[in-house]
């Protein structure tokens, strides 16, 4: 079981930056992929980004193309942490964000990939 609590969303302006966080309970962080998930009003919850879990090689990035460049996904396993790092905000920007995490399965874009998740947490880009 894994349980995971979001902070770090708010109001930024266009161009601004912010970056989420994702705090993770449990001793085997290290073995789950992570993503992060958004759904804005009226739309369905798209894909944003994603880690894989840490091998001896490291880890392993994707990125939705309309988050490529502007977000960068990380992770501190010794502090069960994922991040999320947005740059160069837009309006199109503005939804709730869920982190999510998989214990197995290689689909990062899919939701139905992911087996816990977040409570959710508000972005707003104003322009």
């Known amino acids: 079981q894994v349980q995971l609590v979001e902070s770090g969303g708010g109001l930024v302006q266009a161009g601004g930056s912010l970056r989420l966080s994702c705090a993770a309970s449990g001793r085997t962080f290290s073995n789950y992929d992570m993503g992060w998930f958004r759904q804005a009003p009226g739309k369905e919850r798209e894909f944003v980004a994603a880690i894989s879990r840490t091998r001896w090689s490291g880890t392993r990035t994707y990125y939705a193309d309309s988050v490529k460049g502007r977000f960068t996904i990380s992770r501190d396993n010794a502090k069960n942490t994922v991040y999320l790092q947005m740059n160069s905000l837009k309006p199109e920007d503005t939804a709730v964000y869920y982190c999510?995490?998989?214990?197995?399965?290689?689909?990062?874009?899919?939701?139905?990939?992911?087996?816990?998740w977040g409570q959710g947490t508000q972005v707003t880009v104003s322009s």
């Open positions: 999510a995490a998989s214990g197995g399965g290689d689909t990062y874009y899919s939701a139905s990939n992911y087996d816990y």
